[in-house]
């Protein structure tokens, strides 16, 4: 078996013929089916190792379990909430649908089809759950392949709906009922100094937003407008949400932005930290000033550009403390893989164990990771390069770096001499 999963990994032999080459794609394809397969098994038996290690060690029944799906994601090498979902749908896949697992087993089946799967019948009952993964996903007659393996993802979504409904259409219909608790808006970077920003809404919501802006488009391109059908209604969804006005009004908005004096009040060329998004240019940093009233929040800075070290002796950190952590590693929690904004403060090195509330010993974690860390067997220590080392129950070592903030050249100016001047921008600024 090895020495087959060694061969593929090696690549098609140079000459190999187009239909080769197909043959290759599509052994691979079976192998990472397989390969996810294992791993849904492979986590599962860490969840029962570690609950069962908890048990022995007296931690109570509310948090058996706590830290795996992060142990799950940082060997995964995504994020804790991705974890999170991973190691859920294989605690489904071993336990409540054993023919769309043993599809996975033989290189049939994705992990993506199992969650499509997974997802549509997480509101039945494990009876109705298994009668659907059966009609799916169980060999037919005569050795007849699996319903589910010919099936496109919308083609395998909307069977199992299907199949849901019959089976108990009150659990479907309640579902949807409950899922507008789940309305939210979304807000990730894309490339560009751009954004994506989206939104979970109730279909009729969802569908009336949307008309308002076709609308608005329409309404435009009927009058002239020049700009696009997208243009015009991105445009329209910021006139609407922010109170801009057609005539040019700008927004007011409050952000961190973090550069030099030189490249905020002349025309330096270092990079600027948006907090939240990430690094933008200059250039960029300085219209978007210019283009909108903007509390402009200034962080003190050393002559190298590095942020200047807080310190408390407080448990807590103090707001300033605080904003300073959250602004040095730009918003996002420092565990590695994870995305999610920051929600907590925390001790890298427990406060309890003699951790200092100072700016080299504080990160920015989201509440799952923070969470995840306070397990049973967890360790954490500031590097002195600014990293965290973090030791997980199993003895595993993951780093996360330094924050990548932007270290400009040390300007020709004594101390006192920068931060005299950066004082006198600001005042500018305000001025």
């Given amino acids: 078996m090895y020495e087959i999963i060694d061969h593929l990994l090696a690549g098609p032999p140079p000459g190999a013929s187009e239909a080769e080459l197909v043959d290759w794609i599509g052994r691979l394809e079976q192998v990472k089916c397989t ?153 990730r970077p894309a490339p560009d100094t751009m954004t994506w920003l989206g939104a979970l809404l109730p279909v009729k919501d969802g569908v009336a937003v949307f008309a308002a802006l076709d609308q608005a488009a329409k309404a435009a391109a009927a009058a002239g407008d020049e700009r696009t059908r997208g243009q015009v209604m991105a445009d329209t969804l910021v006139d609407r949400v922010t109170g801009r006005s057609t005539t040019g009004a700008k927004p007011r908005i409050e952000v961190k932005i973090v550069m030099t004096a030189d490249s905020l009040a002349n025309d330096g060329d270092q990079p600027a930290m948006v907090e939240g998004y990430g690094p933008v240019p200059a250039g960029w940093a300085r219209e978007a000033l210019a283009d909108a009233e903007v509390f402009v929040r200034r962080l003190f800075t050393d002559p190298t550009g590095q942020l200047v070290a807080m310190e408390s002796r407080s448990r807590k950190a103090p707001d300033g403390l605080a904003e300073f952590i959250t602004t040095r590693d730009g918003g996002i929690c420092r565990t590695n893989g994870c995305d999610a904004p920051i929600r907590n403060i925390d001790h890298v090195e427990r406060h309890a164990d003699g951790g200092a509330t100072s700016a080299e010993n504080l990160q920015g974690l989201c509440e799952r990771c923070n969470q995840a860390k306070e397990a049973l067997g967890w360790r954490a220590r500031p590097g002195p390069d600014g990293s965290i080392i973090t030791i997980t129950p199993t003895g595993h070592t993951y780093t996360s770096p330094p924050p990548d903030t932007w270290k400009p050249d040390p300007p020709p100016l004594s101390p006192a001499e920068f931060v005299l001047r950066d004082v006198l921008v600001e005042h500018t600024l305000a001025a």
């Fill in 35 to 187: 390969a996810e397969a294992v791993q849904a098994e492979a986590a599962v038996r860490l969840d029962q190792a570690a609950r069962a290690r908890q048990v022995e060690a007296g931690v109570s029944a509310r948090k058996l379990g706590e830290g795996v799906a992060s142990q799950v994601g940082l060997a995964r090498r995504v994020s804790p909430e991705r974890g999170a979902k991973l190691l859920g749908l294989a605690k489904i896949l071993v336990a409540e649908m054993p023919h769309a697992f043993a599809l996975m087993k033989a290189g049939l089946f994705s992990q993506w089809q199992a969650t499509i799967l997974a997802r549509e019948t997480a509101c039945l009952s494990l009876d109705d759950r298994k009668v659907i993964d059966h009609e799916l996903c169980a060999t037919g007659p005569d050795a007849q392949p699996a319903k589910a393996v010919s099936m496109g993802l919308r083609q395998l979504e909307n069977a199992a709906k299907k199949l849901a409904i019959t089976l108990d259409q009150a659990s479907v219909v309640a579902r949807a009922a409950n899922a507008a608790r789940d309305r939210r808006v979304s807000f």
